[in-house]
């Protein structure tokens, strides 16, 4: 049916307000968003006909840099520092592993060849940063698991698009090079790495140097870095999704102008991003297609969850310091989501035999992961006690819009037990001139500072300053590792507490 653009403006519309509604759905019934934004794309395949997979694969790439960029930004260094080992080997022998044992039973199940099996194997090899960074988000599972499994679903989308296009290739020309592909897969993994590095440290220096006229351009400036990221990378052949990453991790754990601002438009936009990519994707599958391969999606579903993701997570951690508990909630948090689907387009396009069949196991796979391990996450998580209290990010910021281009900000940051400024009253603090603490946040009380005030641990500080002395606040609040420990005023502030 072909709509007017008037029905398609109000129909586009009407999906971002009861995508944004399905958020609060699915967080009440306990299952992922993704899941709602999929089922609603295939209820409008009843009333608007879509099967353009090449508009929807460029659609889903946009969206998964994007997604990318927003939860690698949101991503602490201090925390996927320790875990890297862990998440390269799953982002790449695990990824290898479950591919070829997927493969293996979906040439059996689906009458498929050895080569096209593989080719399913590596389109639902990997875990989707889109279904992991939602789903991980409002979940209390200990840092170390989320930090593992973000930093895997960050960095194994390459190996996945590597393995599909390479077994693509290998399909359509037997005679290709196995050793070309395996120098391609350094090569890219190589780029990816070096220009994410080099354009998000460029980023964040242009970024804090340029003055622009409105706030509101920064988070614009820097997402079409992203997207210049990816482009850039992609035209050298290396790893565009990967670089995204990278870049986004650096800008994240980097001192930025606006920050606040830059954070809270990549949330809102990379939701709006996911809400349009999932329908999408579900416009493209119609129910009567799946029921067809009901039994087999089935069947590939339960040996992907139950023994090839399991599988490679055990053997690609076989030698790291993680407990079976954690490695068994790590193979079951193996989420799909718009990888698989987008990744599935490729053979459609690639005219592969079977693409069609693919396709749709893809999505009922994709499916069936979202809702079955998904849904069940938090309350696996809670049964395998791997679950902790949620604690306060240390120092997000937030500007005054309003100051224009005055350079002012106001910090929040959380008062540990190890910094300097614990047990001290405001007036015996040495800040910088034009340096206000305007409120404390202490026990979800509001409390009016005076001189008096004694700073406690926990207690949430909103410190009026200049984007220019950050840094010298954050050395006399908190202690910097870039700087001495501050003397004065506080060491002897410290020394007669001990004293008393």
Request: with cysteine.
């Amino acid at each position: 049916m072909e709509l007017s653009v008037q029905a398609l403006i109000f129909l586009f519309s009407a999906m971002l307000i009861i995508g944004v509604l399905a958020t609060k759905f699915s967080s009440r019934i306990g299952l992922p968003s993704l899941v709602l934004f999929l089922l609603l794309g295939m209820f409008l395949n009843n009333y608007v006909f879509f099967e353009n997979a090449k508009l929807s694969q460029l659609i889903g790439i946009v969206a998964l840099v994007i997604i990318l960029f927003e939860g690698g930004t949101q991503t602490k260094w201090r925390n996927i520092r320790p875990v890297l080992g862990a998440a390269g080997s799953l982002a790449t022998i695990g990824v290898l592993i479950t591919t070829i044992v997927t493969g293996i039973a979906a040439m059996y199940i689906l009458d498929l060849s050895l080569l096209e099996g593989m080719l399913f194997g590596a389109i639902v090899g990997s875990t989707d940063a889109a279904a992991v960074f939602s789903v991980l988000g409002n979940k209390n599972i200990k840092r170390r698991i989320t930090s593992t499994l973000e930093a895997e679903s960050g960095t194994n989308d390459p190996m996945a698009v590597f393995l599909t296009v390479t077994l693509i290739e290998i399909i359509q020309l037997p005679d290709s090079s196995l050793w070309t592909a395996i120098g391609s897969f350094f090569w890219q993994m190589g780029v990816g790495l070096a220009v994410g590095f080099l354009l998000g440290k460029a980023t964040t220096a242009v970024i804090n140097k340029i003055t622009l006229d409105a706030s509101g351009l920064y988070p614009v400036l820097a997402l079409a870095c992203a997207i210049f990221t990816y482009a850039s990378t992609t035209a050298i052949g290396g790893s565009g999704l990967l670089a995204v990453y990278v870049m986004a991790v650096y800008i994240g754990n980097n001192d930025l102008m606006y920050r606040f601002s830059i954070l809270r438009f990549n949330e809102g936009f990379a939701w709006m991003m996911q809400i349009i990519m999932f329908i999408l994707l579900g416009l493209l599958v119609f129910p009567e297609q799946l029921l067809n391969i009901f039994w087999q999606g089935l069947l590939l579903s339960v040996i992907l969850m139950f023994i090839a993701r399991p599988v490679g997570v055990f053997l690609s951690m076989l030698f790291m310091k993680y407990t079976g508990k954690e490695k068994f909630f790590i193979s079951w948090a193996g989420l799909k989501g718009a990888v698989p689907v987008i990744l599935a387009t490729y053979p459609t396009l690639a005219g592969v035999e079977n693409s069609q069949l693919i396709f749709n196991v893809v999505f009922f796979v994709v499916l069936t992961s979202a809702l079955i391990q998904g849904g069940t996450l938090s309350w696996l998580g809670s049964k395998l006690h791997l679950t902790e209290n949620m604690q306060a990010s240390p120092f997000p910021t937030m500007e005054l819009i309003t100051l224009g281009r005055s350079g002012a900000e106001i910090m929040e940051a959380t008062i540990s037990e190890d910094t300097p400024a614990t047990g001290v009253t405001l007036q015996d603090l040495t800040l910088p001139e034009e340096t206000l603490i305007t409120a404390i946040i202490r026990e979800g009380k509001v409390i009016t500072p005076t001189g008096s005030s004694i700073l406690e641990t926990g207690d949430t500080l909103y410190v009026l300053t200049h984007k220019k002395q950050r840094e010298q606040v954050r050395a006399m609040l908190f202690g910097n590792k870039k700087t001495k420990k501050p003397e004065g005023k506080i060491e002897k502030k410290q020394k007669k507490n001990v004293n008393k």
